[in-house]
Each structure stands twice: as structure tokens, then as C-alpha cells.
């Protein structure tokens, strides 16, 4: 621990636009920064599944203008089969790794780990500085694909090799577009390690007099967490991507074995493994779903907390439990590749942790709903969105019981089932999670509050509609309905098209209820009423305790001592509702940590 | 607005529960020796996830209408046993559970993937490749002929690169777009790429099987109905990929048997 009280500041306040604004080295602006890219590349995923989601309810309907996005991937506005491919490629990488990774962990964690642990900012803030930028610049790389002449790659957000290795000859966007997106990606990992790095410095050695690891709140558990898998996740990912790369610029054969022939040609490869391209991107993407979705646990925790006006049943088991997902992260992902081709006897190796880590998230979901039991519980946009996040977390938690056992796999993989799964699970939970935490700390991240009506309509519409998207596919994959098709022509797909209709009309209807929320969130940002104090929640961690929006080194001249556990909330015999960490209020009680 | 969300959460629990207990999208039927272990376990699977779902889902809501919006002086209540009691509860419950599903899962995938083929099996050789299916039998001699990558040539209609010119083995294989097997007897399917990544796809089978290019797999299974079924390709293989498919063809041993001399005859 080290108390940063006794330290100057670390870098004065900048003056100029660009060092303010732009180039910044303040936690807070880069947090703000990387909450825009997501919220940016949001609109487009979601766009892109609009238009995903019409050509499978109705394949020949022109949607206006779509020509105009690509000529050749939509002539006369109706989308070809490759074209489909490509958004539908360009939809899950975008989510998964511009949003879903980008907000819950990098956006809020930046604004706020370094706040939560009483630290004026992180230890490395260039590299943070640097972390956002080469995430732009991936970003960028990864929307310039769709310039390419043939489009971008149509492989699917997993790039299964020998398809994603072969070069054009695979079909369009197969060359330069897998080159670009195995560079974005590539480019995006050097910032999600950049940021780790500085997540678990801050969290080790930048904390306050008094903060000790366990008076840390969850939310900075959960993002402490998930740095240490962006860490070595992420490590494997990139010199993947090199390999591919690789593969296609530099006449390696990293993933593309012998005498495979493509449109009349053996192509000049040898000596490569596909399955290699498996376990390296699966030993990065299982933790990634965890990547995903443990800050929105933390963060939601956090928010639950608070409005529960008491703290959880147990910090600790929280804690303990959310660390398991991590460690067991790295042990199940093998789960993606029971038919793959894999050893059969490693399936069943792989299926035992698997069915083991609904133990941790079984315990997640208790210390949440026996948290909730005798709570005296506020309903606001921010505790509704954590309570929809524990509903959707729950639902596509179950499914995982299926797709953990091998021999369930042989009916389910590849099907609507795991689309459904993961969606809930890592997907709109992971969604529930960021607006959670966006309605909760708008106040202190702008001094304005965000309009609670509006907050109220958009959660119950979307939580209705996304259970009108997601759990439909449930039922789509148990009838067989295979993913990545762009069209279903199987005579056994045919009598599923209406629920697929349906489907579509749903995620139109959910995608314009997002539009409120974009509404609300812009509004307010400049015309919303001022917050009305430093703590309009009542909150008692760290963030609470500074000016709103905080000042450049996050609490001004006098650096914060921690005296109490970070969820003091309806003590016996104190003075108030709640005690701040940073009050010195003396308190007996059972839950204060030693 | 509490209250309400209670109720959604119910509605939506209860809604989501009626098609699975109707059966209105059923599994598809089962043709398959194997399938009814696959089948059971999923039965299992799902009663334990149901009831998991069920259960946290109306205790979620029912927290949520009780607890939300306290009176000025209502105190917080502690659940009875705390957290260490949902933590037994969790390990004893959940730990059973998977641990359940995980050993009797065991039974029907090994009964597809960890026991061999039987001697007498039939054996079929599917070959996938941008964005069709092709099947070689192997004649009264009962071999394959080896694989010439160079010599495959879809113009001339030699999609699995056979030369019946110099391989004696090749000489009686028969090659065909539609697969046929007979009713009740095992079929020992040789799987192989000739480009990117596939997959052998039949619900009705209760079969699914990837396609390694450079690494060729096999299973086996024994149809039990006769009829028509699809086979499709379930990995993400290129622009036509939604596409690819071919007929499986589940005959009686006679019809299996004059169908394949119709086949040889067309060679």
C-alpha cells in the first residue's frame, strides 16, 4: 500500500485543448474518451444487426440506400450472401471487442479504479494515454475494411483458420480484409495490455492511507480482476494475429496444412495446423467472455449495494467467487471445441471445469439474491439495469449447463442455442451492466443528472425486448437451426422463418428503444440538471467523497484516508444511513473487515 | 415500477418455460442406435436447468416486489444462515448436479466417440470442399483408393482426386453426390477436407462432426428409420456456406443394395 498523501501531484493540469481534451494523460478524460469509442462503435454493431437481422426475416427486401454502404455486397439494395457474412463479421468483432470489452472495463475502469483506490491518477499514464489511441487507431483500421474493394472479412468474429489463412482465393474479403482485421485486432491487444498493466499497478500500489485490498469496492475487484485476464489473454491473441498475418504477407504456414486445393489449385501452404488457430484464439476468447462480463459484475454489485442500503451477504465470497470465473477461465476453453476434431478424451477433460465454474457463478447469483432478501431497496435506472443484468446473467447462465456436456454439443454446437447463450450471457448482460453503470455515475463523470423517466422506459423496453430477441433462439437451435447462415433454405429450416420474423421485429423494436437512452445520454450531458450534490446516491466509496466532476488529481489538495470497509450502509448505533470510507466516525461493525 | 418489473420477470420466466413444455420446437426426431442417450441427457439437463431458472428467476422477482421501496424506519434483515449457507447450498446443489451431468454425460458421447467402430461397419468416405458434399464408397474390395490432391478436378467430375488409371484400389470405388446407407447397420464415416474447415451436420442422426483440412477424423453410427434426411454444413466455410448441403438416404438393405449397384454401373 502506498500512501499517496505524503506525494506531490503527479503531473500538473494541462492547459491546452489538445493535452485537455484530445491527447490526454488525466484517468478520467481517457475513461470518457473510451466511453465514446464504445458508445461509437455500439451504434454501429447495432446497426449492422439491423441489417442482419431484416435479411433474415426477409431476404429480398431492399433496404434503402444499402448500396450505397457497398455496391458490389448490396446491388439494387439487397444484400448478397458473402455481404451478409461480412456484417455479420464485422458485427461480432466490433461488440465483442469495442464495446464489451471497451466500456465496462477500460471506459468505467479508467474513470474510476484509480478514484475508488484513493490514487490522483495511474502509475503509467502515458501508456494509458497510449492504451486509448492504438485503440482508436485499431478501430479505424478495423472500419476501413469495409473500403476494401471486396469488403471486409467474412470469417466470423472466431476467424477459423485454414478460411481466415488462405488469402483471397477463400472468397471475398478473405485477403486484405482478414490482413486488416487481424491488424486491428492485433493493434487493439497492445492497448488492452497497456491498460492492464496500469489497472493492476494502480490497484497494488497506488492505493490510499487506510485502503486496504479487501476495502476495496467491487466494481474495483471486478476491474482488478479482469486485468489480470486481459493480461494473458490478450498475450496470446496478438502474436496470433502475427501468425495470420504471417500466413498471408510473409508465405508462412502457420495454420494452412498441405495440399489443400482451392478452385482447381493446390495451394502453395505446407505443414501447417488448423486446429492450432483453435486453441490459440479459444485460450484467449473463453477468458474473454469473462473479460466481458466480471466488470459488469463488479459494477453491478457495486450499484446493487447501494441501493440495497446494505452491504452484500459477503464481500469476500464475492470477491473469492468472481476470481474462480478467472482462474477456471483459462481451464474450459476447450468447451468451444468438443467437435472440432480434438481429441474426444480432452473433451470430456474440458467438460468437467466447465460444468464446475457454474459453482462460482452459482454463488454469484445467491450472494446477489440472499443480498436482496430484507434489503430496503431503491428502484432507480441504475438499480433496475444491475437487477436486469442479474435476470439476464441468470438466463444465459442455465444454457451453459447444456453446451458444458460433449455429447449435448453434438445436437447444439454451431446452432442458434450457443448464439442465444452467449448473447444473453456476455451480451446484454454485459449491455445491462454499462447502462447500469452510466445512469449510476453520470453525475459524478458530467455534474448532471441523467432524466429517470426516460432511464425507467428504456430499461423495461429493453429488458423485454431482449428476451424477446434472445430467448427464442434457444428454441431455433434445439430445431437444429444452424448460425452463420444467411438464408435457410434446409427443407427442416423452412417452417422456423416465422420465429426468426419475429425475432426481427423485436431487435428493430429493442434497437429504437436504444435510441433513448443515446437521447437521454446526450441531453443531459449538456441540458441536464446539475447533480445536486457530491453524492446524490448516497454512496459511501471514494468517488462520492470528491468534488463532481472530480478535479484534475481527483481530490484536490487533500489526499483521502480510508477508515472503513467500502459498504457501511444502515450500521446499528451510527450517526446516518450510510458512513463514507473516508469518515472517521468510529462504528462496531460485524461486517467491518480487519 | 418495482412491481411491474416483478411481474414482467415472472411473465417472461412462465413465457419462456411454455414452448419447452409444450414441445413446440421440439428436438427433431431421433434415427440414430445412439441418439436416445443424447436425448436423455438433454431431458435431464433440462429439468435441472429449468427448475435452476425457474426458480432464481421468481425469487428475483418476489425479492424485488417485497423489498423495493422501504418505509422510512424499515430495517435491513439478514438471510437466514447468511452467505456460508448459500455457499454449502450452492456447492452441495450445483456440485451434485454437474457432477451428475458430467459422469452420465460421459455415456453418450463415448458411445459415439471412445468406442470403435464394429469390424463389419460399412465404410463411407464423405469429402467436403467450397460448398458441396461428395461420397466414395469402395467397391467390392472393399479399400479406398488413396487421395491425389493434384488429380481432383471438379470439370471432369473427379472431386476426390482418385487416378483409376494406376491405384488398383480406386478402380471399384464408386463416387456420389447423395449419400445412402442401410437401415440398422453401422456406418463408419472417413472424413475429409479438400479446402477449409466443414462440418457433417444430421440432427436426426444425433451426429456432428467438424471437418479438419490436413487431419482426416471419422465416426460411426447406425440409422434406424428409413427415410430422407439433410446433411449440412454447420462451420463457417465461405460465401455459399448457407448452401451446402446433401441428401442422406436411409434405404432397407435390398434398396441399399441395388442402389449402389446403380451407382457402380454409373461410375
Redesign the interface.
Known amino acids: 500500500m502506498h500512501d499517496m498523501s505524503a506525494h506531490p501531484t503527479q503531473h500538473g493540469a494541462p492547459t491546452s485543448f489538445i493535452r485537455t481534451h484530445v491527447f490526454s494523460i488525466d484517468h478520467k478524460v481517457i475513461g470518457k474518451q473510451y466511453y465514446a469509442l464504445a458508445l461509437v462503435a455500439a451504434v454501429v454493431g447495432m446497426f449492422l444487426s439491423w441489417l442482419m437481422r431484416i435479411h433474415l426475416g426477409w431476404g429480398n427486401f431492399a433496404i434503402p440506400g444499402l448500396h450505397l454502404l457497398s455496391s458490389n455486397g448490396a446491388p439494387g439494395d439487397v444484400m ?3 455481404y451478409y ?1 461480412q456484417l455479420m463479421t464485422m458485427h461480432g468483432t466490433i461488440m465483442v471487442f469495442f464495446v464489451l470489452t471497451t466500456a465496462p472495463f477500460a471506459a468505467f475502469g479508467n474513470f474510476f479504479l484509480p478514484i475508488q483506490t484513493g490514487a490522483e491518477d495511474m502509475p503509467f499514464p502515458h501508456f494509458n494515454m497510449m492504451s486509448f489511441w492504438v485503440t482508436f487507431v485499431a478501430f479505424v483500421v478495423m472500419v476501413t475494411s469495409f473500403l476494401v474493394a471486396d469488403g471486409p472479412t ?3 468474429w472466431t476467424q ?4 481466415s489463412a ?1 488469402g483471397a482465393v ?3 474479403g ?1 485477403g486484405l480484409g482478414v490482413v486488416l482485421w487481424a491488424t486491428s485486432i492485433g493493434i487493439f491487444c497492445i492497448g488492452q495490455l497497456l491498460g492492464s498493466l496500469n489497472f493492476i499497478t494502480t490497484t497494488l500500489d497506488m492505493r490510499c492511507k487506510g485502503m486496504s485490498l479487501m476495502r476495496l469496492p467491487l466494481s474495483a475487484w471486478g476491474w482488478f480482476i479482469t486485468s489480470i485476464m486481459g493480461l494473458t489473454a490478450f498475450a496470446v491473441l496478438m502474436p496470433a494475429c502475427i501468425l495470420l498475418i504471417l500466413d498471408h504477407v510473409a508465405g508462412t504456414s502457420f495454420f ?7 478452385n ?1 489449385q ?1 495451394l502453395p501452404h505446407s505443414g ?4 492450432l488457430w483453435q486453441h490459440l484464439f479459444w485460450f484467449f476468447g473463453h477468458p474473454e467472455v469473462y473479460i466481458a462480463i466480471v466488470p459488469g459484475m463488479g459494477i453491478v454489485s457495486h450499484v446493487l449495494v447501494t441501493n ?3 452491504p452484500m ?2 464481500h469476500r ?1 464475492l470477491i473469492y467467487s468472481m476470481g474462480a470465473l478467472a482462474v477456471l477461465s483459462y481451464m474450459v476453453y476447450g468447451h468451444h471445441m468438443f ?3 480434438m481429441n ?2 480432452s ?2 477433460a474440458f ?2 471445469p466447465t ?2 465454474i ?2 462460482p457463478s ?2 454469484i ?3 446477489w ?11 432507480n435506472s441504475a438499480s ?1 439495469f444491475a ?1 436486469g443484468f ?2 439476464m446473467f ?2 444465459g447462465g ?2 451453459g ?2 453446451l ?8 447444439l ?3 442458434y442455442f450457443v448464439v442465444g447463450h452467449f448473447h444473453l450471457v456476455m451480451g446484454v448482460a454485459a449491455m445491462f451492466g454499462i447502462f447500469s453503470g452510466t445512469y449510476f455515475w453520470f453525475p459524478k463523470m458530467t455534474g448532471r443528472m441523467m432524466n429517470e423517466t426516460l432511464g ?1 422506459a428504456h430499461f ?1 423496453l429493453s ?2 425486448g431482449a ?1 424477446c430477441i434472445f ?1 427464442p433462439f434457444h ?2 437451435g ?3 437451426n ?11 429450416l423452412i417452417p ?1 422463418i416465422p ?1 426468426h420474423k419475429f425475432i426481427t421485429i423485436s431487435a428493430l423494436f429493442t434497437g429504437f428503444a436504444q435510441l433513448i437512452f443515446i437521447y437521454n445520454l446526450i441531453y443531459s450531458r449538456f441540458k441536464g440538471p446539475l447533480a445536486p450534490n457530491d453524492n446524490p446516491w448516497e454512496g459511501t466509496s471514494l468517488e462520492w467523497s470528491t468534488a463532481t466532476p472530480p478535479p484534475h488529481n481527483n481530490f484536490g489538495d487533500k489526499m483521502p484516508v480510508v477508515y472503513h470497509d467500502p459498504y457501511q ?2 450500521v446499528e448505533g451510527a450517526s446516518a444511513d450510510f458512513i463514507m470510507q473516508t469518515s472517521p466516525e468510529k462504528i462496531s461493525s460485524p461486517d467491518e473487515e480487519k | 415500477m418495482a412491481k411491474i418489473f416483478a411481474v414482467v420477470i415472472v411473465l417472461i420466466a412462465i413465457a419462456s418455460a411454455i414452448p419447452i413444455i409444450m414441445h413446440t420446437w421440439p428436438l427433431p426426431q431421433d434415427i440414430s442406435v445412439h441418439g436416445h442417450l443424447i436425448d436423455e441427457q438433454f431431458s435431464d439437463t433440462m429439468a435441472e436447468a429449468g427448475i435452476s431458472f425457474l426458480a432464481s428467476q421468481i425469487l428475483l422477482a418476489f425479492f424485488i416486489f417485497k423489498f423495493s421501496n422501504p418505509k422510512p424506519g424499515d430495517k435491513v434483515k439478514s438471510f437466514p444462515g447468511g452467505a456460508s449457507g448459500l455457499v454449502i447450498a450452492a456447492f452441495l446443489l450445483v456440485g451434485t448436479e454437474c457432477l451428475a451431468l458430467g459422469v452420465f454425460g460421459v455415456k453418450a458421447w463415448a458411445s459415439v466417440y471412445l468406442t470403435p467402430p464394429a469390424a463389419d461397419a460399412v465404410p463411407v468416405q464423405v469429402q467436403s470442399g467450397q460448398f458441396a458434399f461428395y461420397f466414395r464408397y469402395p467397391g467390392p474390395d472393399g479399400k479406398f483408393g488413396p487421395i491425389h490432391p493434384d488429380q481432383i478436378n471438379e470439370a471432369n467430375a473427379n472431386f476426390f482426386g482418385i487416378d483409376t488409371t494406376h491405384d488398383q484400389d480406386s478402380k471399384d470405388d464408386i463416387v456420389t453426390a447423395e449419400m445412402a446407407i442401410p437401415v440398422n447397420k453401422e456406418i463408419h464415416l472417413l472424413m475429409h477436407s479438400k479446402d477449409v474447415g466443414h462440418s457433417f451436420y444430421v440432427p436426426e442422426l444425433r451426429i456432428q462432426q467438424d471437418f479438419v483440412p490436413g487431419l482426416d477424423v471419422s465416426v460411426h453410427f447406425t440409422a434406424t428409420k428409413v427415410g430422407k434426411y439433410e446433411i449440412v454444413c454447420t462451420q463457417l466455410c465461405g460465401l455459399g456456406h448457407y448452401n451446402m448441403k446433401a441428401y442422406l438416404e436411409v434405404k432397407s438393405q435390398d434398396d441399399y443394395d441395388a442402389w449402389i449397384k446403380q451407382q457402380a454401373a454409373l461410375q
Open positions: 448478397t450472401p458473402e457474412l467474412l470469417g466470423g477459423y483458420a485454414p478460411l488462405v477463400g472468397g471475398p478473405q494452412v496444412p498441405s495440399n489443400l486445393v482451392i482447381g493446390i501447417g495446423s488448423t486446429l440495497m442500503r446494505r451477504l459477503s465470497v467437435v472440432s476434431g474426444p478424451v473433451s470430456i467438460s468437467f460444468l464446475v457454474t459453482i452459482t454463488i447469483v445467491l450472494i439474491l440472499g443480498s436482496l432478501y430484507g434489503s430496503k431497496l431503491r428502484i433496475l437487477l442479474v435476470s441468470i438466463s442455465v444454457s449447463f447444456f458444458a456436456q460433449p455429447s449435448l454439443d453434438i445436437m454446437h454451431a446452432t425507467k423495461i429488458f423485454i428476451y430467448m428454441y431455433l434445439m430445431a437444429g444452424v448460425r452463420r447462415y444467411q438464408a435457410f433454405t434446409d427443407d427442416y422456423l420465429v450502509y444502515s
